[in-house]
């Protein structure tokens, strides 16, 4: 299977953060196709190319199913599922773990996976099917690989403030608390779950933890993470009596997450220098 450089890497630049320099497992000895098309998979996902990263993955696949290799199978069932994830695609990535689990088990690999337990979290979190993704979540939180425990803490913690349950929040919140300094990406997954715990007695210091969140998001290339934490900041803001911040925190969330996706609702009132010019009547 893919080290922890790998898996975690991946999910990190995909699923949630950018890769933090750091590519996947070289294939098995031998097999320099398989290598080739998980690098270049690799590659293309940490330049945002999503669709050339999924081709690239799949034929991956393809090669491990010719190779019968069970660990191959499984980091680029994995790839390919983060990297559908990360275009929005929910319910195929939820089709690709499904067939890969499948595969891997026709070769012997019967066990968990937290890798793909928290992919597969991910995506019925994205389809709100949270009850099914609480446990899977709860389960990555106890892997080996600081990485993916560290990003299921954060989901279990998403998951938990979406449904009113401070005492997983906080165990959510525990569970992400390191001694310092860390890495960018936990210290904004660890600021932004104390906000969202510190949200309704303390919206000032909220306030000031999710707009740290945000800039550690922005420095890492998140720019989904970046937008949900301004948006809590604007909540934040909002408790606080700060009318004015609070909407112009929603108007910088809510122009960033229209950037990032045509499907985003149009933020009406915007400044945007960047806009096509109306054709003319």
Same mark, same amino acid.
């Given at each position: ?5 790998? #898996? !975690? ?6 699923? /949630? ?14 097999? @320099?196709?398989?290598?080739?098309? /998980?690098?270049? $998979? ?12 999924? +081709?690239?993955? #799949? ?29 929005? #695609? ?30 597969? @979290? %991910? ?17 990555? /939180?106890?892997?080996?690989?600081? @990485?993916?425990?560290?990003? &299921? ?16 929040? &906080? ?12 890495? &960018? ?7 932004? =779950?104390?906000? #969202? =715990?510190? =949200? +309704? ?12 969140? %945000?800039?550690?998001?922005?420095? =890492?290339?998140?720019?989904?993470? /970046? !937008? ?7 909540? !934040? *803001? ?15 969330? &809510?122009?960033?997450?229209? !950037?990032?996706?045509?499907? *985003?609702?149009?933020?009406? $009132? ?12």
């Amino acid at each position: 299977m893919m080290g922890g450089c790998g #898996r !975690a890497a991946l999910l990190l630049v995909l699923a /949630m953060p950018v890769l933090a320099g750091c590519g996947g497992k070289a294939a098995p000895a031998g097999d @320099a196709v398989l290598e080739q098309a /998980m690098d270049v $998979g690799h590659q293309s996902a940490g330049l945002d190319r999503l669709t050339v990263a999924e +081709a690239q993955y #799949r034929l991956a696949g393809t090669r491990a199913l010719a190779r019968d290799d069970a660990g191959a199978i499984g980091d680029a069932g994995y790839n390919l599922a983060v990297v559908q994830l990360a275009q929005g #695609r929910p319910a195929d990535a939820l089709s690709t773990i499904a067939a890969t689990r499948a595969a891997m088990a026709v070769r012997g690999r019967l066990g968990t996976d937290a890798g793909l337990d928290l992919t597969q @979290a %991910a995506a019925l979190h994205r389809l709100s099917r949270d009850d099914e993704a609480v446990p899977l979540a709860a389960g990555a /939180m106890a892997s080996p690989d600081p @990485a993916i425990a560290e990003q &299921a803490s954060l989901l279990t913690g998403l998951i938990a403030d979406a449904r009113g349950d401070r005492a997983t929040l &906080a165990q959510a919140v525990a569970h992400l608390a390191h001694p310092h300094p860390v890495p &960018a990406k936990w210290q904004a997954d660890e600021d932004e =779950l104390q906000a #969202r =715990l510190r =949200l +309704a007695q303390d919206p000032v210091a909220a306030r000031e933890l999710a707009v740290h969140a %945000a800039d550690l998001r922005r420095q =890492l290339v998140d720019y989904r993470g /970046m !937008a949900r934490a301004l948006t809590l900041a604007a909540r !934040a *803001a909002g408790r606080a009596g700060d009318s004015g911040g609070a909407a112009a925190l929603s108007l910088q969330a &809510a122009q960033s997450q229209h !950037a990032q996706s045509a499907s *985003a609702p149009i933020v009406t $009132g915007a400044p945007d220098p960047f806009a096509e010019p109306a054709p003319p009547s």
